[in-house]
């Protein structure tokens, strides 16, 4: 299949879950010419603010293929992933992904994924969202990752 075909299907499974009451995204994960993973956006159905398409697909690859690890897959997507799911692609390793309306385009429906992106632009005290380092004075916030990144751990 060509790419615009992998990014049909999901178009066609996007609106199957819109018709079901989702919200219209679905993604597939392939390796190699292979489905290997497939998502819809369950948000509205668990109340998981993570249900998105890529998650739920990436999940399904790594369940599949037993790893985390999906580098060399390709993930097809309705949307242009949003910060979100960009960040558990990178997590995953994949490199390419290919997708049918762009994060400009799905404006017009919901703005929030193309503010996301403004904002991770913008330095770290202008955002909507309060970040605010609050180390302890007498613990060392590096104290599990010393644990985890020792030698033999
Ligand atoms: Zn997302």
Redesign the pocket.
Same mark, same amino acid.
């Given at each position: 299949m060509t790419h615009q075909e992998w990014v049909a299907q999901c178009i066609e499974l996007a609106l199957d879950n819109a018709k079901q009451g989702q919200a219209p995204?679905a993604a597939l994960v392939v390796q190699d010419g292979h489905l290997v993973g497939t998502g819809v956006n369950d948000v509205k159905a668990t109340q998981d603010v993570a249900g998105?398409?890529?998650?739920r697909a990436l999940q399904a690859a790594a369940k599949y293929m037993g790893t985390r690890r999906l580098a060399g897959c390709v993930l097809y997507t309705s949307c242009e992933?949003? +910060?979100?799911?960009?960040g558990a692609i990178y997590w995953s390793g994949i490199t390419q992904v290919y997708y049918g309306l762009s994060v400009a385009e799905q404006a017009a429906f919901d703005e929030l +994924?193309a503010f996301q992106y403004a904002e991770l632009c913008r330095v770290a005290h202008e955002r909507r969202v309060q970040m605010v380092q609050a180390t302890p004075d007498n613990i060392d916030p590096r104290r599990p990752f010393n644990h985890a990144y020792s030698a033999g751990a």
């Open positions: 995204f998105h398409a890529e998650i992933p949003c +910060p979100m799911c960009l +994924p």
